[in-house]
């Protein structure tokens, strides 16, 4: 079981930056994949980046390639989303999530979520 905590988003102008965290309890992090989603008003939750247990392989929504980064330490049952380049298309709230299983882009692959935080950008 791991239970995890999202801290980090805010109101940033457009082409501003963020840095998200989500800290996991437990000290079994290090066996998940580790995932981050977002949810805008009225829309489907979707994948946005996705990281391997060990930190070796990420993946990324091709709405932000190039422009967000994430990373994890596993000694610190920590993992980061580095957004960059931000625009009003990526407001919403985002979601951290653990994943045990091998379908990273897959919402239903997850079995434990944030309570998610924030993310606003001005234009």
């Known amino acids: 079981q791991v239970q995890l905590v999202e801290s980090g988003g805010g109101l940033v102008q457009a082409g501003g930056s963020l840095r998200l965290s989500c800290v996991a309890s437990g000290r079994t992090f290090s066996r998940y994949d580790m995932g981050w989603f977002r949810q805008a008003p009225g829309k489907e939750r979707e994948f946005v980046a996705a990281?391997?247990?060990?930190?070796?392989?990420?993946y990324y929504a091709d709405s932000v390639k190039g422009r967000f980064t994430i990373s994890r330490d596993n000694a610190k049952s920590t993992v980061w989303l580095q957004m960059n380049s931000l625009q009003p298309g990526d407001m919403a709230v985002y979601y951290c999530?653990?994943?045990?299983?091998?379908?990273?882009?897959?919402?239903?692959?997850?079995?434990?979520w944030g309570q998610g935080t924030q993310v606003t950008v001005s234009s």
């Open positions: 999530a653990a994943t045990a299983g091998s379908h990273r882009y897959a919402i239903l692959s997850y079995d434990h």
């Open positions: 990281i391997s247990w060990n930190g070796g392989r990420t």
